[in-house]
């Protein structure tokens, strides 16, 4: 597959997306998410030699760069299967997430290391981040495909996620309804493989304001949050966050950590998820398709 390398130029007094104003950066936008392989299709009796479009997997490391003391300290923080593409949205939104960064300003810079296209992104952390710290509480090795790896026990997993804010934000019904339809318009890869997760920031009136595609939902989302910190546009007051799969427990914790309201899925959500999202007071939409949806928690956000 090929890829694009697009430069993208922040001047210094534009209010624009990117870590450090004033700097360089180079993105790298995938052409397409997909590979094409020939394979042999059988249907019934019918056999055929056809081209298959199947959703593109790759490895991405990710590295930090930190203060420790009066050093500055690279090590990587995660290895994880992702579909190239916002690469940097990645790093960064695992990084907001996980409770790493809390603000654009924690960045001082992210960039793609290595020949381009690159699976290797490094990550510069403001100098007051104790990045230290928090990588032994986490206690280990770090997956954005597992939001839990390497707590230590049940309590510890949910205890750095703030209560979502008070607040008067609220939708309606059939705005619901309308979330997988106006999704579909936006998952061009999953319409080319159907092996791509999406993740979409909606507002109240049901616009779309943006969407990530990913082989891995958690990838999905934390490209979507990661768009949002890079743009200085978290926590996500009044906005909901929609996306294809079902609702497990680390999307409820990723959510979460960006401030949003309302978590909507197309599928089912899970026992802790669903436990989660009442004690943060977070609206939690599950099986929202075909007409219908459950209200696992939150309910007085939606009106009928």
């Known amino acids: 597959m090929t890829r694009k390398t697009v ?29 094409a392989f020939s394979i042999r299709r059988v249907s019934g009796r019918n056999v055929e030699r056809v081209m298959d479009h199947v959703a593109e997997e790759e490895p991405l490391a990710i590295l930090v760069k930190h203060w420790q003391k009066d050093a500055c300290v690279t090590e990587s923080l995660a290895v994880t299967m992702r579909t190239p593409g916002h690469d940097l949205e990645l790093a960064a939104g695992l990084l907001f997430s996980e409770g790493v960064i809390q603000q654009r300003d924690d960045l001082m810079d992210v960039r793609l290391l290595g020949s381009h296209p690159s699976n290797e992104v490094l990550v510069e952390l403001a100098q007051g981040i104790d990045f230290a710290a928090w990588r032994l509480a986490r206690n280990g090795f770090v997956s954005s495909s597992c939001g839990v790896c390497g707590k230590r026990t049940r ?17 309606t019904a059939s705005m619901i309804h309308h979330l ?25 009136c049901g616009e779309i304001e943006a969407v990530f595609e990913d082989i891995g939902r ?24 929609f996306l294809s799969s079902r609702g497990s427990f680390e999307l409820v914790q990723k959510a979460a950590m960006a401030g949003a309201p309302i978590l909507a899925t197309v599928g089912g959500p899970s026992s802790l ?31 009928d």
């Not at 106006?182 to 109240?204: D, P, S, Y």
């Open 7 to 35: 430069d993208l130029i922040y001047p210094k007094n534009a209010n624009l997306p990117g870590i450090r104003l004033g700097m360089k950066m180079r993105s790298i936008e995938a052409s397409g998410m997909t590979r």
């Open 180 to 204: 997988p339809a106006a999704l579909r318009e936006h998952q061009k890869g999953f319409a080319e493989t159907g092996g791509l997760h999406a993740a979409a920031l909606v507002t109240n």
């Open 155 to 171: 309590e510890s997993v949910r205890q750095d996620m703030p209560p979502v804010e008070a607040d008067q934000f609220h939708v």
């Open 218 to 241: 958690h990838n999905a989302l934390d490209k979507l949050i990661g768009w949002a910190a890079l743009n200085a546009r978290t926590p996500l007051r009044e906005r909901i966050l």
């Open 273 to 303: 998820a669903i436990e989660t999202a009442r004690q943060l007071q977070m609206t939690m939409v599950g099986f929202v398709r075909d007409e219908r949806f459950n209200v696992y928690s939150g309910e007085w956000r939606i009106s």
